[in-house]
């Protein structure tokens, strides 16, 4: 998953499922494919539910039309009734300010197709690749730096994968194969299982990290075949969540994760900073804390790319800088993430650390 999105055109996920009606009395009602199936379409709807039907604007249309919503009901029912400021809302919610054309801002900030190797893996750092196993999410958030990215174009056929598994076990020196998205938890188990067995059967490669945000807004997703297989590979299996807002941590979700921590999978967590949503010290810290209450450690906080659509929730880095400094004097420095920022053409992700002076320190390529 990691932070990238289904296009708007790309058929919905799962389409023959049965639409759950809005009046579904259980958030829960149904299979995870029915709830995916029965995700908040359109923002008069959400905005009902909410009971913020008057906030409705025709700026948001226009940006809807752009990059369409979608909520599970699960993630909505985690939003605060009336409160249009509320940080969940805030991430889902399309405003006419995404429509402004803002410089620096562009369709593709990080160069991906650039660094795409063909047949959806994309290789930047050394050691490990990433695939593009699927353009669909079961949320579409405003910032994800992939809304624009042409997944129509690296649809993944069953030649695809071929070549895919065909290049991975030429190349000996990837030990880590990253499976991200779109958001890799909305295929099926079927395939995703079927594309572990062809992974681990490839000798040089040592570890899988799954990328996801899928299990946030819809915690039933983490069905027990899926367990299973993540718990049964010989690869070693790590995994990564999103999660940028403490409330996003659900009591379901921590549940639903319990079976993964009994059987020894790391998990991580990776947020992107986002104004409005956890640019306050108190929100990280709380993030980092009730993480860890659940059996997550803090990984990455990633200053947001800069893709077009996105500059409302930026955060510049003087702002991302102090932050920080307060961040590291409030907690211990195992739940402190990395603040970084993905630089085009960089070995890795790149720290932007605060220096003594209270100017941002930066690694390289800053201004
Ligand atoms: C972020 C990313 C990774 C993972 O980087 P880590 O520092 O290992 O977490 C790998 N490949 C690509 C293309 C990435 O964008
Ligand atoms: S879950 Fe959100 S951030 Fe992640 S890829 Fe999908 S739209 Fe982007």
Not at 6 to 28: C, F
Request: hydrophobic fraction near 40%; charge should be negative.
């Amino acid at each position: 998953m990691y932070r990238w999105s289904r296009q708007a055109n790309d058929p919905a996920p799962v389409e023959k499922t049965p639409m759950i009606p809005l009046s579904a009395p259980s958030m829960k009602t149904g299979s995870w494919q029915q709830q995916l199936a029965g995700a908040f379409s359109r923002v008069g709807d959400l905005l009902n539910y909410l009971d913020l039907e008057d906030h409705l604007e025709p700026g948001m249309a226009a940006a809807d039309n752009s990059f369409s919503i979608r909520v599970t009901h699960f993630f909505a029912s985690l939003m605060e009734k009336g409160n249009i400021h509320d940080p969940l809302l805030r991430q889902v919610l399309p405003l006419s300010a995404e429509m402004e054309n803002i410089p620096g801002f562009s369709t593709d900030p990080l160069a991906d197709q650039a660094a795409h190797e063909g047949h959806g893996i994309l290789h930047k750092y050394h050691g490990r690749v990433l695939l593009i196993t699927t353009g669909a999410c079961a949320i579409n958030c405003r910032y994800c730096f992939r809304r624009h990215f042409p997944y129509a174009d690296y649809q993944m056929t069953a030649s695809h994968w071929s070549a895919l598994l065909e290049q991975l076990r030429k190349d000996k020196t990837v030990r880590e194969v990253i499976l991200s998205g779109g958001d890799p938890l909305s295929l099926a188990n079927e395939r995703l299982h079927t594309l572990i067995q062809h992974l681990q059967d490839i000798p040089h490669l040592r570890r899988l990290r799954i990328h996801s945000r899928l299990p946030v807004v819809l915690p039933d997703r983490l069905d027990e075949p899926l367990l299973d297989m993540l718990a049964g590979t010989r690869l070693s299996t790590s995994l990564v969540w999103h999660i940028n807002h403490p409330r996003e941590i659900s009591t379901e979700f921590t549940q639903a994760v319990l079976p993964l921590r009994h059987r020894g999978i790391p998990l991580l967590n990776q947020a992107v900073l986002l104004k409005g949503v956890n640019d306050r010290v108190s929100v990280q810290t709380e993030l980092s804390e009730t993480l860890f209450e659940s059996g997550i450690l803090p990984y990455y906080l990633h200053q947001l790319d800069p893709v077009q659509g996105a500059a409302h929730f930026a955060v510049n880095d003087q702002e991302a800088a102090e932050l920080y400094t307060l961040m590291q004097a409030s907690l211990p420095g195992y739940l402190l993430p990395r603040l970084v920022r993905e630089i085009p053409g960089a070995p890795s992700k790149t720290a932007l650390t605060p220096s003594q002076n209270g100017q941002p320190g930066i690694d390289a390529g800053f201004p």
